[in-house]
C-alpha cells in the first residue's frame, strides 16, 4: 500500500531520486567540483559528459559517499549520500570508473562473494547478465581482459535489481556488440522506473540511452539539455523537389524523409559527437 | 561483523599463518632441543664473557628453569619479532591496500557500514594474532612435554603467552591505525614497520644495559611494557604493563573504527 503511494506521489510530483545542491568540493589547482547542482528524476536516464578531469568522477564519489561533502548537499531518496549510505546502498546498483574486483576469486566466486556480502539472493538476475553478456566467470579475475572485468563489474552492479545505477563509464572496455547489448540492458532498465546516472564519453551510447544530459567542464556543470532539445537545436533541414512522385517517393525512403507530392523534407541531425566537440573546443579556447 | 568478508579475509591469510606458525615451530624445536641444564653452565660462561652481545638479542641467562630458558632464547626476539612482522604484513591489506587497489569500492558498494568493514577486518587481524599465539603454545607444551616431560611449569607458560597475545593485540591495533589513516599499502607498511623496527632496535640497545643513559631507552619503546620475566613471576609491575598495553590496544582499535569511518575515500 504504502508503495503505491509511493509510486502514486512520485507520479504526480515528479519525486528527484538524486539530488545534487550546490556541491562544492575544492582540491586545489581549479580542480575539483564547484556549486555543482543537479536533479535526476525517477525512471530518468541521465548522462554524465565532460572531458578527463572534469570532476565526472568526484561528483559520483560524492553520490556513493566516499568522500564528504565539503559545502552543498548530496542526496539521494532524500537521504544524505555519507550519512546514510548503508540505506541508500540497499537500492544502488554501482559500477566503478576504474573497475577493480578481487583478483585471485574467479567472476563466479566474485559475484557469488557480493551476493553473500550484500546478504542477498540474486541467482536468477545474474544467470540471466552473465548470459546476456556471454562471459565466461570460470576465469580468474587477473587473468580476464579489461573487457570481461568490465562485464563481471556490470553483472555485479544490475544483479541486485536496484532501484539506482550509478554507473561511471559503464561500456569503456567492451566491444561494440557488447556496448549494444549494454544499451538494451539499460533501456529495459529505464522500462522498468529504473533511476540511472552514468558519465560515458561515448556519445552513440548515450545518445541511444539518456533522457537528459549533463556536461560538466572544469568542476561545472556548463550544460544540462534534455536530449531531444539538443537534437532539434542542432538539426539542419533540407527541401528538394524531384522530377516525379515515384522518385520522391524512393528518395524518401532512401533519405529518411517526409515527402509531399514531388517534395520531399530531409532533416541531417548534427551527430551529438559534433555538438560536444564544439563545447569541448570552446572551452579549450576560453 | 560481516561473516563473507571474514571468512574471505581468515582465508586469504591462511598460507601467510602457516608460514609465520612453521617459523616459529622450527625455533621452538630449536630452542627446546637445545634445552639442556648442563649446557646451561657453558651458555651461561659464554654470557658472563660477552654479556652486551647476548643481552642485546634479548638472551640472558638468569634462570636455569625450562621457563626461564624459553623466555631467555623465545621472548626476547622470536616471538616478539615474528608475530609483529605478521601483524604488520597483514594489517596492510587490510584496509589501506584495499584503498590503494580501489577494489574497496566493491566492498562499500554494498548496504554494509564502514563501521562494519573496519570492524571485521579488526576481527581478522585479532584473530590471526591469536591464532599465532595458540599455535606457539601448543609447539611449546608438546615439544617441552616430548624432550623436557615434567619440566615446564603450564600455568606459567599460559601466563607469559597470554601476556604475548595483549602485547601483539596492541601492536595489531596501532598497524590498523595506520592502515586506516594510509591510502597505500606500501606507506602504512614503511610507517608501521619503521616504527616498529625503530622501537625494537631501541629495545635491543636498552637490553644490552652498558649505562644508565641506555637505561632511560626503557622510556621510548612499548616493549619494555611486555616482561615476561616478570609475569612469570606474577610480579606487580610485569601485570601493570601489560594492562597498560591492553588498554592502549584497545584505544587504536577504537580510533581505526573513528578514523576509517570518516575519512574521504579516493577510491
Redesign the interface.
Known amino acids: 500500500m504504502t508503495l503505491l503511494y509511493q509510486h502514486l506521489v512520485r507520479g504526480v510530483m515528479d519525486l528527484n531520486v538524486i539530488e545534487l545542491e550546490h556541491l562544492t568540493r575544492d582540491y586545489g589547482c581549479g580542480k575539483g567540483i564547484f556549486d555543482l547542482s543537479l536533479n535526476v528524476k525517477q525512471g530518468e536516464v541521465f548522462g554524465f559528459l565532460g572531458p578527463n578531469g572534469a570532476g565526472k568522477t568526484t561528483t559520483i ?1 560524492h553520490l ?5 561533502a565539503k559545502s552543498g548537499k548530496c542526496m539521494i531518496d532524500g537521504m544524505d549520500c555519507m550519512k546514510d ?3 541508500i ?2 537500492k ?3 559500477l ?1 570508473g ?1 573497475i ?3 583478483d ?1 576469486m574467479t567472476g563466479d566466486e566474485y559475484l557469488s ?2 551476493e ?4 542477498e539472493d540474486s541467482n536468477k538476475k545474474k544467470r540471466d547478465l552473465i548470459e546476456r553478456f556471454e562471459l565466461d566467470t570460470s576465469v580468474k579475475i587477473r587473468k580476464m581482459s579489461k573487457g570481461m572485468k568490465q562485464k563481471t563489474g556490470i553483472v ?2 544490475f544483479m541486485s535489481d536496484p532501484e539506482i545505477l550509478i554507473l561511471d563509464e559503464p561500456t569503456s572496455g567492451l566491444d561494440p556488440l557488447m556496448q549494444q547489448r549494454f544499451t538494451s540492458l539499460i533501456n529495459e532498465e529505464k522500462k522498468r522506473q529504473k533511476t540511472i546516472l552514468m558519465s560515458s564519453h561515448i556519445f552513440e551510447e548515450v545518445e541511444k540511452t539518456c533522457d537528459r544530459i549533463g556536461l560538466i567542464r572544469g568542476g561545472r556543470l556548463s550544460e544540462v539539455k534534455n536530449i531531444e532539445e539538443l537534437r532539434t537545436q542542432h538539426s539542419h533541414k533540407y527541401t528538394v523537389f524531384l522530377e516525379s512522385v515515384e522518385e520522391a517517393k524512393k528518395f524518401a525512403e532512401d533519405f529518411k524523409g517526409e515527402v509531399d507530392g514531388k517534395m520531399v523534407t530531409v532533416r541531417k541531425m548534427q551527430t551529438l559527437e559534433k555538438i560536444f566537440m564544439n563545447y569541448y573546443e570552446e572551452d579549450e579556447n576560453e | 561483523m ?1 561473516k ?2 571474514y571468512l ?1 579475509e581468515m582465508k ?1 591469510s591462511g598460507i601467510m599463518l602457516l608460514v609465520f606458525s612453521a617459523i616459529i615451530l622450527m625455533y621452538v624445536v630449536c630452542v627446546i632441543w637445545m634445552y639442556d641444564p648442563e649446557m646451561m653452565k657453558s651458555l651461561k660462561q659464554m654470557h658472563d664473557s660477552m654479556p652486551q652481545v647476548m643481552s642485546a638479542a634479548g638472551m640472558d641467562v638468569t634462570s636455569t628453569t625450562l621457563i626461564g630458558f624459553l623466555i631467555s632464547y623465545l621472548y626476547g626476539f622470536i616471538l616478539l619479532v615474528f608475530p609483529m612482522i605478521f601483524i604488520i604484513l597483514r594489517s596492510r591489506n587490510l584496509l589501506a591496500g584495499k584503498v590503494e ?3 574497496m ?10 563501521r562494519i568493514i573496519v570492524q571485521t577486518q579488526i576481527l581478522v587481524i585479532i584473530t590471526c594474532t591469536a591464532i599465532l599465539i595458540i599455535a606457539t603454545t601448543v609447539f611449546e607444551m608438546v615439544f617441552c612435554h616430548l624432550w623436557e616431560p615434567g619440566e615446564l611449569n603450564i600455568s606459567q607458560l599460559c601466563a607469559i603467552n597470554i601476556s604475548l597475545f595483549i602485547l601483539h593485540f596492541f601492536i595489531g591495533g596501532f598497524c590498523m591505525a595506520i592502515s586506516a589513516v594510509c591510502n597505500e599499502a606500501s606507506l602504512a607498511t614503511g610507517i608501521s614497520g619503521g616504527i616498529g623496527a625503530v622501537m625494537f632496535l631501541v629495545q635491543m640497545i636498552r637490553n644490552t644495559q652498558i649505562s644508565d643513559t641506555v637505561e632511560k631507552f626503557k622510556y621510548f619503546t612499548f616493549f619494555t611494557l611486555y616482561n615476561p620475566g616478570k609475569i612469570a613471576d606474577n610480579v606487580e609491575s610485569g601485570i601493570i604493563g601489560i594492562a597498560v598495553l591492553g588498554v592502549l590496544g584497545l584505544l587504536f582499535y577504537f580510533f581505526t573504527v573513528i578514523l576509517f569511518e ?1 575519512k ?4
Not at chain 2, 569500492?105 to 564502514?114: E, H, W, Y
Open positions: 564519489r556513493m559517499g566516499f568522500i564528504k549510505r548503508k540505506a546502498q540497499r544502488t546498483g554501482y566503478s576504474e577493480s574486483l578481487f585471485e562473494f557480493v553473500k556480502y550484500r546478504g555485479a552492479a | 560481516n563473507t568478508l574471505y586469504k587497489k580501489k577494489n569500492a566493491s566492498l562499500l558498494a554494498a548496504p554494509v557500514s564502514r570518516k574521504d575515500l579516493p577510491i
